[in-house]
């Protein structure tokens, strides 16, 4: 199986910076996509910013700016750097991972999501 760990999530004042990280673990043979989505209360699940495993970016607009994704390949982890963060930026935040992993032999691809982390942006 594979396994998200995430963590770095917190309490933090408007315009203050938190760093997510995510480690994957598991009889992984490689990640395509490694990213980050989000959750507020009461809101869909949307992303905020993803990156393959050769370096190609999404990042939505309500970040652009002020988060910046990175990813470790060999170490099959990923950080999302968060600055000036505001009350909007208040959410559950999920790691995700695209992988394909060995399975009885086989060679199998499936999406995967950390248990999410909590971040808070008080005014």
């Known amino acids: 199986q594979v396994q998200l760990v995430e963590s770095g999530g917190g309490l933090v004042q408007a315009g203050g910076s938190l760093r997510l990280s995510c480690a994957a673990s598991g009889n992984i043979l490689s990640i395509n996509v490694m990213g980050w989505y989000r959750q507020a209360p009461g809101k869909l699940r949307e992303l905020v910013a993803d990156?393959?495993?050769?370096?190609?970016?999404n990042v939505a607009d309500s970040v652009k700016g002020r988060f910046t994704i990175s990813r470790d390949n060999a170490k099959n982890t990923v950080a999302l750097q968060m600055n000036s963060l505001k009350p909007e930026d208040t959410a559950v935040y999920y790691c995700?991972?695209?992988?394909?992993?060995?399975?009885?032999?086989?060679?199998?691809?499936?999406?995967?999501w950390g248990q999410g982390t909590q971040v808070t942006v008080s005014s």
């Open positions: 990156m393959t495993k050769v370096g190609s970016t």
């Open positions: 995700y991972a695209d992988v394909r992993r060995l399975r009885g032999g086989w060679s199998v691809q499936g999406d995967y």
